[in-house]
């Protein structure tokens, strides 16, 4: 039952979602995303401000502590705890796709700890239920629980016969509703109804993060990436605030990050010569040095063959060429769903046990489970 009497508006509760930052990324600069977030951080009102939640994949990849970058991230991480801290703000990181975070995010609990600073900050890599003191009970699902949905579906369900029915779930993963038909099978997607039912009773809300791109089915909210990391993200990119009430008269908005980078595609198929350069002057008009432009052509075109001259021409721009046939569209139309479908969870020192587990039931269903989990307890994994 919402209880919103301790916050900061009694009765409401407002907060913002923040998603797939991706810290340390190979393409879009993390001093730019650093740049965005502490812009539209710091514009929403703190006087208001009850919770930002960071729905996962915070990384990109992991990292050490040489790099220019690692030091931006940490520079930023310790300015929000210490932004959290003066304006009572609590704020809460959930581990996405291991592939990504490697469970990176609970440094921002570790530094509060170590440096004193004495914000309200969580960490949650496992499914687990929550009654948080904002005034809901918050149901966190990381990526990466189980390979299999259905596996997963079970333990989630088996949870709320436990401790009833969250107001609130906080996860990282894909739904089928968010994927063409195709590419169902080749990825682990939870089912939208499914994970809609959960939160009939409370009339609760679900969020979650891992596609990139911004969506809504019933009572689910997907803000998608808050910054833009890819050509074929040319959509928006943002995050989510909300006010939730003890009346149930909530609001959700999405809030563009209007600041993101830019990823851009020129298409030149079947050009030559002077209809090239008028086509790339038309299209770089309206962009700034260190935007990121893509040409897109048949491999026999002349914009295919002279591409390496076309950087020198038009120097400061990030460029980048891909040849395909002029109408070949991408089965996943999007660079995320094609680049990054992940085929099962990655295996960790927390999830090995599990999935061993659930491997040989499903391959040896008269076997004890029991007493393959007891077995695995004595090895050193």
């Not at 581990?95 to 509060?112: I, R, Y």
């Not at 929550?130 to 369900?157: M, Q, R, W």
Request: glycine residues 6%.
């Amino acid at each position: 039952m919402r209880d919103f009497s301790r916050n900061k508006t009694p009765g409401v509760l407002r907060g913002i979602n923040l998603s797939d930052i991706h810290f340390i990324h190979r393409q879009t600069p993390t001093v730019n995303l650093i740049s965005q977030l502490r812009y539209y951080i710091t514009k929403e009102d703190p006087a208001l401000l009850d919770v930002i939640t960071f729905s996962g994949d915070v990384f990109d990849r992991i990292t050490t502590f040489v790099t220019s970058d690692v030091v931006a991230v940490r520079a930023w991480g310790t300015w929000l705890l210490r932004y959290a801290r003066k304006h009572d703000i609590t704020l809460i990181f959930l581990e996405g796709t291991n592939l990504h975070d490697q469970k990176q995010s609970q440094w921002f609990v570790e530094q509060n700890e170590v440096m004193e600073i004495g914000a309200k900050v969580r960490y949650y890599d496992d499914l687990c239920m929550v009654d948080e003191d904002f005034g809901l009970k918050v149901l966190y699902l990381p990526d990466n629980y189980s390979h299999d949905p259905d596996v997963t579906l079970a333990a989630v369900n088996k949870l709320i016969d436990e401790k009833g029915s969250p107001d609130f779930i906080l996860m990282h993963g894909a739904f089928e509703y968010q994927l063409p038909p195709e590419a169902l099978k080749a990825t682990c997607v939870h089912s939208s109804d499914a994970y809609n039912v959960m939160v009939e009773k409370t009339q609760g809300w679900i969020v979650s993060g891992h596609i990139h791109l911004q969506s809504q089915k019933g009572r689910i909210m997907v803000g998608g990436s808050f910054g833009r990391l890819a050509h074929g993200e040319e959509g928006p990119k943002g995050y989510l605030r909300y006010a939730l009430t003890e009346s149930f008269n909530d609001q959700w908005e999405f809030v563009e990050n209007k600041k993101a980078d830019v990823y851009k595609t020129i298409k030149l198929h079947g050009l030559v010569g002077d209809e090239i350069v008028r086509v790339l002057e038309r299209e770089l008009a309206s962009l700034k040095k260190g935007d990121h432009i893509r040409i897109r052509c048949d491999k026999e075109d002349d914009a295919a063959k002279t591409f390496r001259s076309i950087p020198a021409l038009y120097p400061g721009f990030i460029w980048s060429i891909k040849t395909d046939a002029k109408n070949n569209q991408s089965l996943l139309k999007n660079s995320f769903v094609n680049n990054v479908i992940e085929k099962g969870g990655d295996l960790t020192k927390d999830n090995v046990k599990r999935l061993l587990v659930e491997r040989v039931r499903n391959k040896y269903p008269n076997v004890d489970a029991l007493k393959v989990s007891a077995w695995l307890d004595t090895l050193p994994l």
